[in-house]
């Protein structure tokens, strides 16, 4: 079974653009989560899709968004860049059951922003 | 915000020894996982404790769980230089359901284990 694909896996940008990043699922996982990590930050939550609706956001601006789409890849995208968007990121798919389940993660995109 | 903390921050040790991570949160959770990280590369799931589990065992890793004092542990015996990695204890929130709401993973800072040859 194949694992979570991101796309791509290292990205440089500079300041004021616009990033799109990928997220390909385990086959069957419907639900997509995305995360930021940075040295001083550490890990954090950016939102979540399921069945093409985003359930849950975290303390993000606007800025941030995402999208699900039908086949449950996802997409993730970051309006006017900012330095400080420079970051590793991380998807994670999970199959969602009641007793607990476990996200798995993708390699991540490492974004830089000049 | 990290709910997660690990400690210690760091850990050196020598091949063969038994390595401690432990992890302490502070809402109540539906299960723990542990990951392990290679260099700023992606996440491995090691293991995933539920809340009404006390102890589970995976190959050469034992993780306990007590939500009584809000803290995990995770121990590798036998170390090898091969779990050289950062080590991330991340919790799901108890509001998380079959319908899937609020499934999110707060992560903690994570333990820098350095397994010496």
């Known amino acids: 079974k194949a694992g979570v694909t991101q796309t791509p896996r290292y990205l440089i940008k500079t300041r004021g653009q616009q990033v799109t990043l990928s997220c390909s699922p385990i086959?069957?996982?419907?639900?997509v989560s995305w995360y930021q990590q940075t040295p001083g930050q550490g890990l954090q939550f950016l939102f979540e899709?399921?069945?093409?609706?985003?359930?849950n956001k975290g303390n993000f601006p606007g800025r941030f968004s995402g999208r699900q789409f039908s086949n449950s890849r996802s997409e993730m995208n970051v309006s006017t860049l900012e330095l400080g968007d420079s970051a590793l990121y991380l998807c994670?798919?999970?199959?969602?059951?009641?007793?607990?389940?476990?996200?798995?993660f993708g390699q991540g995109t490492r974004l830089t922003v000049v | 915000s990290q709910q997660g903390e690990e400690d210690p921050q760091a850990l050196s040790i020598q091949e063969g020894e038994n390595a401690t991570m432990n992890c302490s949160y502070k809402?109540?959770?539906?299960?723990l996982q542990w990951y392990r990280q290679n260099s700023g590369r992606g996440l491995v799931h090691l293991i995933l404790?539920?809340?009404?589990?006390r102890e589970k065992h995976s190959g050469r890793l034992r993780v306990t769980l007590d939500t009584s004092k809000k803290s995990s542990s995770l121990l590798i015996t036998a170390s090898r230089a091969a779990d050289t990695a950062s080590y991330f204890c991340?919790?799901?929130?108890?509001?998380?359901?079959?319908?899937?709401?609020?499934?999110?993973?707060?992560f903690g800072k994570g333990t820098l284990l350095t397994v010496n040859p």
């Open positions: 994670a798919s999970s199959l969602l059951l009641d007793r607990g389940t476990e996200a798995f």
């Open positions: 086959s069957g996982h419907r639900s």
């Open positions: 899709y399921f069945s093409e609706t985003q359930r």
């Open positions: 809402t109540s959770i539906n299960n």
């Open positions: 404790i539920r809340s009404n589990e």
């Open positions: 991340a919790t799901a929130p108890r509001a998380y359901n079959s319908g899937g709401s609020n499934y999110k993973l707060t």
